[in-house]
Each structure stands twice: as structure tokens, then as C-alpha cells.
């Protein structure tokens, strides 16, 4: 039998390093908890960056995969399938969209719709070819491609990966002038998080929304945002949009879409926008498969059914309030909403690695981002007695891990 230290070797080994993750070797998970090879429970506080808000290896979107997988999995868009239909009927009710397109990664969603506005803006705006501008946030993260690091302000997602796709403005996210400003008559759309993820859970001022919404139909540019991370009910709403009260023209899905258990994207659009394409100008091989279709089904049916969003708002709302209750030191700043929370560490708590590894020890599993911030994003089916674990182990590393060793009040 291979051991973790064994595994994590082999890893190092013949493994690129794009990725620096905490030594525990999981083997299994089941609802908010996964086990190590040696047989070690872990509280999951990051759900896979929310692609499993339904709660590890759910029976029901097994049983869907399972009985799927019997009968048909791949067929390309050549032919048609009877799973992609239902899938579109069933998301559309669910969110009040016109029109789909599916595909597997988050940030194939992105170029998705990046390369459907600047289309609907040449063919329905009327901006000159080539001219079309998307306007972008400073700190946003919507994934790793070329053209999407290229409009990225993050020095570490784009040095040396130029030369970059133009065609992007960025504005500070949170500024409603800023964008008014940046708009010009080329600009086909503004791409933006409802709240910033990956920058560290960042919510923006209220009312910012409503202004991006009234600024974006007077301008006639398409509002395109992002809830790869904040949709399906990880901030306690369906969609994070519903939190201002705006609705987006292409809202963008991914990850929880099909519970964790298969890579599944989806750009929602009103008519107009995806309206432009034509077959041939766009696809994937893998984009709608049965598959994929049947496990979103039912990764969608118990999200709603099972109350995951309710109780994301519920047990979102105790967690943050009891965080707030810690009376630590090193906290700088507690921010979220639903289960999408992040505690910022004050600048000499000695960077936010050490707590993750430290929580790792007592039986929490989540993950820095950037230096000095955790964030928690359970699975949406934690119970309060959950929660309770997760704040005792974080109360105990807050207490215990204080900088140079001395104990934080
Ligand atoms: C807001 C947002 N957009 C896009 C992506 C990219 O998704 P994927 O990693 O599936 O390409 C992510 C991933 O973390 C994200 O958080």
C-alpha cells in the first residue's frame, strides 16, 4: 500500500506545480466531510472553490450518473440527445432564462460569452469590426485562459504568458463612476463577479448593482456576470444577483452545476445575445453531453429540493455572526454573505498558509487566498452542529497560532 507521504512524492514527481496544496491525501468524502488515506476526518471548507455546494458524492446525483452512465454518455452535437433539452427546460424555469450554451469549464463559459458579446456587438450594436471593447474589474478572477489572464490584473496569473487578447478595459471593481467613465460607444459589455471570489470574497458598496444595471441599459451594453462561484445558492440566493435586486442579459454557471461530480459549465442568456451564433461559429466536443445533462438534472433537483439555498443563508448568516464573536487579534476583517465568507488576517499574523495548515491539524480543511485571507465556503448541507465544529477548530488555531508564537486575546 502506497502511503500519503509515498503519494505526495509520486505528486511532486511527475506532477507540474501549478497548484500548492495542503499535504492531506483524500480519499473519500461524503456530505461536508472527506477522509485522508490514513483514515483522518476533515470538515470540507472550501467544497472544491464551491463546485460541490450539494455536499460530497450526494446519493441522488450518484444514482444519476450511475444510471446515465449505463445507458448513454457522449454523443457530440452532431446528433441530439434527450437529456440536453430537459436540461435546458429544467435551468431556464429555474432561472428565468431565455437561451443556453453549455460547455465544461468555468472559464470556457467566460470565453463563451466574451466571444458572444463581442458578436451581438457588431451585429446588433453596430460597433465597427474589431473595435469591440469588454470592460473588466481590477482583482476579478474569471479563470486561466490566454485572453482571460490577459485581462487580469493579477501579476501572478499573467507575467510571461503574453501576448494577450485585446479588446479590455478594466475599471476598480465597487466604482460605479469608474464604469461610467469607461464607457464608450464600443464598449459591448461589462464581465463582472457579483462578489470577488477569488480576491478574497469582496463586496462591493450597496447599490452599486443597481447603478451597473441602469448604466448598462442606458449604454446598451450587455451585463455579463460571473456567478461561477457565487451561483447555485453559495451565498444563500440562486443566484448572488438576486441579493441587489438587478438581473444580469448572461449570467455564467459552472462548477456546482453538476454537484462536483463532472466538469459543467453554461452561459444564460436572453435571446438577443446568444441569439448571434450560427452552427459552426462555436462548440465543444464534450459541451451538453448526456452525462453531463442527467448529473446537472439532479445536482439542480436537490438544490432546490433538499432546501441546500435556505440553509446556506441560514447557517451563512450563524457562521459569520459567531466568527464575528471571536474577539481575535489577528483578524482584520470578517466578510461575506451565505457561505461565502473569508477572515482577513492583520498583515503580521505571519501569512493566512500557516492557518490553513494549522486548521488542516485540527480537523478543518480550507484555503488561503492570497497571503493574509481564509475563506470558509462549506458545502451548502452543514448543519449547525457543523458550523460549531468549524468554529471551535478556528477559535483553537486563532488562539494558539498567534504571531511569533505569542497567544492572540
Ligand atoms: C468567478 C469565477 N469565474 C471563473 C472561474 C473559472 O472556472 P474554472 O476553474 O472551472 O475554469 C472561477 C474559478 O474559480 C471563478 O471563481
Redesign the pocket.
Known sequence: MRTASDLIDLERQFGARNYHPLDVVLTRGEGVWVWDVDGERYLDCLSA???VNQGHCHPKIREALIEQSQRLTLTSRAFRNDQLPLFYEEICALTNSHKVLPMN??????ETAIKAVRKWAYEVKGVPQDRAEVIVCAN?????TIT?VGSSTDPLARTSFGPFTPGFQVVPFGNADALAEAITPNTAAFLV?PIQ??AGVILPPPGYFKRVRELCTRHNVVLVL?????GLGRTGKLLAEEHDGIEADVT?I??ALAGGFY?M?AVLSNLEVLGVLKPGEHGSTFGGNPLACAIARASLRVLTEERMIDNAAEQGAYFLSELQKLRSNVVQELRGRGLMIALQLVPDAGGARRYSEALKNAGLLCKETHTDTLRFAPPLVITRDQVDYALEAISTVLRTLAPHGERAG
Open positions: 472553490y464551491s463546485a469549464s468555468g472559464a470556457e463559459a467566460v476579478a478572477f474569471h479563470g486561466r482571460i463577479e471570489g477569488e460571473d456567478e461561477i462561484q457565487t455564467l459552472g462548477k466538469p459549465s
